[in-house]
């Protein structure tokens, strides 16, 4: 469902004014930022929203700032157990239809809950929905970029077949560029804690949602992203091989919780869940750094034959697409290291790509992904 159909259906159920949505704040140490993102929650326009704080154990001056606050949001405090469990516990303080996460260094909109309401409120059968977040450097001056870059946006409708073939190959939000229905969360709650032990519970939420409903996509910014130096979601403009084996863990424990949910609900699932994004990070982990490499039984030939099925699931690309990837990881695979680390900035940092390349790419990707096209079935 496009923005414009969002809108059309809001209008015809009255908008989404009587859907309360909840606004979780998780904070740890984020005590230059946190004001920003607590004025920005509260300044909302929709009439119902209630504004929770999540402080994650933070020893800076997060607990002073949050005193001036007064009765004016929710907080809880609790020791510090990481992202996940500072989400857990919002939502045990929340009772709205609907539900953002937002971390402590970033903002919304105010128009944000407005229009989460509406698609809500509009679509009956939908379990999240992704919109743009643009970016702000650390002292909140806008920088011109956003996510998902200008090429890409987040996939619509019934999603469960991607997701259960290749779910982190499709275009996803970080938390504070994803609004749920509650009951799709509850319905996943909690957030295994130990999988996601400090950053990486967006990963769980995003994936799982997809099997409990519909997803949408409004295309315009309602949320800003601060880039920092110490952001989770973002791999940076250099290649950074920590937040590659961050992802690979991620990766590992969100695929083991879909398929958990899918036998649950009764959905066929591959065995294994692959994605080539997933492969890719294992390849370029393990030849840059094997001895960091956090999966032990990862060898190379199993990660490029694996590529290659990955490869052929793909129903949301074009052959052109499909014929670049496979000589991405038989390249990566034998070419020497200075020349791997080349071809995975060229993989992971799409700004450091051509304008040209990144819209050729965008062109090639196919508009749904609902439903592989009729030899792909």
């Not at 005193?67 to 469990?85: F, I, T």
């Not at 295994?192 to 990486?200: A, I, L, T, V």
């Not at 791999?235 to 950074?240: A, E, M, Y």
């Amino acid at each position: 469902m496009d923005s414009s159909r969002l809108g059309a259906a809001a209008d015809r159920s009255g908008g989404g004014g009587d859907l309360t949505v909840d606004i979780v704040i998780s904070n740890h140490n984020y005590a230059e930022f946190l004001r920003d993102a607590i004025d920005s929650a509260c300044g909302q326009t929709h009439p119902d929203v209630n504004v929770i704080v999540v402080d994650d154990g933070s020893t800076d001056r997060s607990r002073e700032i949050l005193e001036a606050y007064g009765g004016q949001v929710e907080v809880v405090l609790k020791e510090n157990g990481g992202q996940a469990s500072a989400l857990n516990a919002g939502m045990e303080r929340g009772r709205g239809e609907c539900v953002i996460f937002l971390d402590a260094d970033d903002q919304l909109m105010p128009h944000a809950a407005e229009r989460v309401a509406a698609a809500f409120a509009g679509d009956r059968g939908l379990s999240k929905l992704q919109f743009r977040m643009s970016f702000i450097d650390a002292s909140g001056r806008p920088t011109g970029a956003a996510i998902p870059s200008g090429h890409l946006q987040a996939p619509t409708g019934d999603l469960r077949l991607a997701e259960l073939a290749f779910p982190f190959d499709l275009p996803w939000l970080p938390g504070g560029g994803s609004a749920f229905r509650s009951d799709a969360v509850r319905r996943i709650l909690p957030i295994p804690e130990q999988d996601y032990p400090r950053q990486g519970a967006d990963w769980y939420l995003v994936h799982l949602t997809a099997l409990l409903g519909n997803a949408a996509w409004l295309d315009e910014a309602c949320a800003r992203y601060r880039v920092h130096g110490r952001n989770g979601y973002l791999q940076g403009s250099r290649l950074d091989l920590a937040h590659v084996r961050d992802s690979i863990t991620y990766a590992d424990a969100t695929s083991r919780a879909l398929a958990e949910l899918a036998d649950e609900l009764g959905l066929d699932h591959a065995e294994p869940i692959l994605s080539f994004s997933d492969l890719a990070n294992r390849l370029i982990s393990l030849r840059l750094e094997p001895r960091l490499h956090p999966r032990r039984d990862d060898h190379v030939g199993r990660l490029v034959a694996d590529s290659l099925r990955a490869v052929r699931r793909r129903f949301d690309v074009s052959w052109p697409v499909k014929l670049g990837m496979v000589m991405w990881a038989l390249a990566v695979a034998v070419a020497p290291r200075p020349v791997v680390r080349r071809l995975a900035e060229l993989l992971l940092l799409p700004e450091g790509r051509r304008t040209w390349l990144n819209r050729l790419l965008g062109r090639l990707r196919r508009s749904s992904v609902d439903r592989p096209p009729e030899g792909n079935r």
